[in-house]
């Protein structure tokens, strides 16, 4: 019997991206309404109380324009080439760089996320797929999510979001998920700020799912910093 790769199945199914090419030159094409919405039209009500998401494609677009447009200085996002807020797509450059995968990474996430988080923008959606390295940068590549707010509580939860999707991306390595919480903590300088909101009740749907000796090592990590 031919097996199943469900995790490559649930990726197509709710993926909004693809790579084509225009002449020679390859772009990426993103549009709002395709499966991604019924990922959050799940999600967003689950987590209702940890964070804003929104599920209308429109907004979701609307979001992610604002933030691609703005001027960062530590990371980079894609240079938008095109968009159709009536079809509801984006077209954006295709970058030759390879997904975050080790614990140095982290560095490079945790001086984004300052920039970020200083600048009073939050992400929301801060898993490991949206964003690629290449040399000594790293880019953003999904901030759909993505809003303007000042509260600790919710730079937290892209905190919260971060290290669930790290537990799992490091499952089979304890020690490099360390590396990795601590590789953050050194590009991200306000962390004694909200280590104490990673914690709030408000977050204990998330936290909860965290294997239990990394939950236990972020406890003792962030909050004796």
Not at 124 to 130: A, C, E, S, W
Not at 186 to 198: K, L, M, S
Not at 214 to 225: I, W
Request: with cysteine.
């Amino acid at each position: 019997m031919t097996s199943i790769n469900f995790r490559f199945l649930i990726n197509q199914i709710t993926s909004q991206t693809i790579v084509k090419k225009e002449g020679r030159v390859p772009i990426v094409l993103k549009c709002y309404e395709s499966g991604s919405s019924l990922k959050w039209f799940i999600l967003s009500p689950m987590f209702k109380s940890s964070y804003p998401y929104v599920v209308s494609p429109s907004e979701r677009m609307k979001r992610e324009l604002e933030f691609f447009l703005n001027d960062w200085e530590t990371f980079r996002v894609p240079r938008v080439i095109d968009f159709d807020l009536k079809k509801k797509c984006m077209k954006r450059e295709y970058l030759d760089a390879r997904p975050l995968e080790r614990p140095e990474d982290f560095e490079l996430v945790g001086v984004a996320l300052n920039e970020i988080h200083s600048k009073g923008y939050l992400m929301g959606d801060t898993k490991p797929q949206n964003y690629l390295v290449k040399g000594d940068t790293i880019y953003v590549i999904d901030a759909e999510q993505a809003i303007k707010c000042n509260s600790p509580r919710l730079m937290a939860w892209d905190l919260v979001v971060l290290f669930f999707f790290a537990s799992y991306l490091f499952i089979n390595s304890y020690e490099r998920f360390k590396e990795a919480i601590e590789h953050f903590k050194q590009g991200y300088p306000r962390i004694n700020d909200v280590a104490h909101y990673v914690f709030d009740y408000h977050n204990l749907g998330l936290l909860s799912i965290i294997p239990a000796p990394f939950l236990m090592y972020l406890r003792r990590s962030l909050l004796n910093s």
